[in-house]
């Protein structure tokens, strides 16, 4: 599976931002698909995920009520649609793909090239 990646940018504190991820390749084999980001000296954390057949999804709650990921199952293309930016939200993002029903990073095999998102106060 290949991830492609796109809508990053630098924003100020309580803007919007819509991330898309295109995937191509064995799209059949994906079971979920989440946003990672990872900030400076910091550890790559889960944003959200969302699984491809049955829309199930979930959210940091850093996040929660903030940011909205959704799919397009016909475009093989997840959303992450980020409202009300803070300044802590400032990292690379990244879109990942999993065969499994887990959250770790280690379940995500697939990943595209990451997107800087920069939101300044």
């Known amino acids: 599976v290949q991830l492609q990646a796109s809508g990053g940018g630098s924003v100020q504190a309580g803007d919007s931002l819509r991330l898309s991820c295109a995937a191509s390749?064995?799209?059949?084999?994906?079971?979920?698909m989440a946003w990672f980001r990872q900030a400076p000296g910091k550890e790559r954390e889960i944003v959200a995920r969302?699984?491809?057949?049955?829309?199930?999804?979930y959210y940091a709650d850093s996040v929660k009520g903030r940011f909205t990921i959704s799919r397009d199952n016909a475009k093989n293309t997840v959303y992450l649609q980020m409202n009300s930016l803070k300044p802590e939200d400032t990292a690379v993002y990244y879109c990942?793909?999993?065969?499994?029903?887990?959250?770790?990073?280690?379940?995500?095999?697939?990943w595209g090239q990451g997107t800087q998102v920069t939101v300044s106060s």
């Open positions: 990942a793909a999993s065969m499994y029903n887990s959250l770790r990073v280690a379940a995500f095999s697939s």
């Open positions: 969302i699984t491809l057949s049955g829309g199930i999804t």
């Open positions: 390749g064995r799209t059949f084999s994906i079971y979920a």
